[in-house]
T-cell receptor
């Protein structure tokens, strides 16, 4: 079955610096790769997603890249702000099966 | 629109008791999901329903049953609760598997 590995588990960056979170997946048939943000005590919410026919997608300070050959995808957050502090989850999906990574806790340091 | 709603928000059970977690969505989504979230374990899929009348096992289905009552509602039942089922449970819905999922507010369940 699908397996999604996410690294690092914890990441601390200075406010204004960039943050990168990486995920790998095992099932080459996975075709949809969303990223969710979960603030403390809240529900996960989608922040960006990418499909297997696209290599990169940007939305303001957030970007995601996908390397299908290597089966890995990454989340990039530039010019980090205090409100970026949260847990971020990657996921890989095919049809109706979706597997989440274990999450990355991002701390933005003042 | 209320989006995805879950009841109850909190629940404490004794080992061996049963209960049903309720989930409803008003976005006319076909797919619905139940996850559990434990510290350091991310979101693990328990069961999902791709459409009304169908259900399938996810990663961690043991000890749970589900019912897709209609297009709006998807319930999760614990027949005999165990301490290992202490967790936060999230329901989610989406148009289909490869689309954004919308999560409910979660149910915090403690089994003593």
């Amino acid at each position: 079955g699908e397996n999604v590995e996410q690294h690092p588990s914890t990441l601390s960056v200075q406010e204004g610096d960039s943050a990168v979170i990486k995920c790998t997946y095992s099932d080459s048939a996975s075709n949809y790769f969303p990223w969710y943000k979960q603030e403390l005590g809240k529900r996960p919410q989608l922040i960006i997603d990418i499909r297997s026919n696209v290599g990169e997608k940007k939305d303001q300070r957030i970007a995601v890249t996908l390397n299908k050959t290597a089966k890995h995808f990454s989340l990039h957050i530039t010019e980090t702000q205090p409100e970026d502090s949260a847990v971020y989850f990657c996921a890989a999906s095919r049809e109706d099966k979706i597997i989440f990574g274990k999450g990355t806790r991002l701390h933005i340091l003042p | 629109n209320a989006g995805v709603t879950q009841t109850p928000k909190f629940q404490v059970l004794k080992t061996g008791q049963s209960m049903t977690l309720q989930c409803a969505q008003d976005m006319n989504h076909n797919s619905m999901y139940w996850y559990r979230q434990d510290p350091g374990m991310g979101l693990r899929l328990i069961y999902y329903s791709a459409s009304e009348g169908t259900t399938d096992k996810g990663e961690v289905p043991n000890g749970y049953n589900v019912s897709r009552l209609n297009k709006r509602e998807f319930s999760l039942r614990l027949e005999s609760a165990a301490p290992s089922q202490t967790s936060v449970y999230f329901c989610a819905s989406g148009l289909a598997g490869s689309y954004e999922q919308y999560f409910g507010p979660g149910t915090r369940l403690t089994v003593t």
